[in-house]
């Protein structure tokens, strides 16, 4: 069965620190992979999306940054946080076969940035 | 662009009975998919439901069940025997078939509070 994992679970990084979260999926192969952040109470915002190795879709333009090293591997990077960073990031994967049409995300990352 | 509304931010059931949340969304695209996702306090988002848009025929899974209505564009989620270990936000999710972009666009959320 696929199994999605992320870490860390919480961080808390001063305002202007480095950022890496990283997210990696089993069980499955070339799966789409997605960053989401949720700010308290609200829904979903889609940050980034990638299709293969390499291939990285930008939704919010912001001083975040993902890449792909590796087929079932996601990491969500900055090189200096922002306040308005904090938030509640969730990684997702979905089929990049067609096999299935749902999400199915990680526990999550809660960032607190102070 | 596609867009999902859930008009309902928040909404009480009592305990063991039945509660309707709305969704409706804008698209223009006869292939789509839908989905009712379910959100605990522990943050761990929970596939409900999922609807495909070329079945007319009502996606159910034990007490949930959902009212697809392709014309009107609606996509209501019932929860029957309402249970408190159902108290969560709820999103309604559409992912799009077009040109395999692969993307999911999510609602705002409906807190659902369930009273015993």
């Known amino acids: 069965s696929q199994t999605i994992h992320q870490w860390p679970a919480t961080l808390v990084q001063p305002v202007g620190s480095p950022l890496s979260l990283e997210c990696t999926v089993e069980?499955?192969?070339?799966?789409?992979l997605y960053w989401y952040r949720q700010a308290a109470g609200r829904g979903l915002q889609l940050l980034f999306y990638s299709v293969g190795i390499g291939q990285i879709s930008s939704e919010v333009p912001q001083n975040l940054s993902a890449s792909r090293p590796q087929d079932r591997q996601f990491i969500l990077s900055s090189k200096k946080l922002l306040l308005s960073d904090s938030g509640f990031y969730l990684c997702a994967w979905s089929s990049g076969t067609g096999v299935s049409y749902e999400q199915y995300f990680g526990p999550g990352t809660r960032l607190t940035v102070t | 662009a596609q867009t999902v509304t859930q008009s309902q931010p928040e909404m009480s059931v009592q305990e063991a009975e039945t509660v309707t949340l709305s969704c409706t969304y804008d698209t223009s695209e006869s292939d789509y998919y839908l989905f009712w996702y379910k959100q605990p306090p522990s943050r761990q988002m929970i596939l409900v439901i999922r609807?495909?848009?070329?079945?007319?025929q009502n996606a159910t899974e034990n007490r949930f069940s959902v009212n697809f209505q392709k014309a009107a564009k609606s996509f209501s989620l019932k929860i029957s025997d309402s249970q408190l270990g159902d108290a969560a936000m709820y999103f309604c999710?559409?992912?799009?078939?077009?040109?395999?972009?692969?993307?999911?666009?999510f609602g705002t959320g409906t807190r659902l509070k369930v009273l015993a």
């Open positions: 609807q495909e848009a070329y079945k007319q």
């Open positions: 069980g499955t192969s070339n799966p789409n």
């Open positions: 999710a559409y992912r799009s078939e077009f040109r395999r972009t692969y993307k999911y666009i």
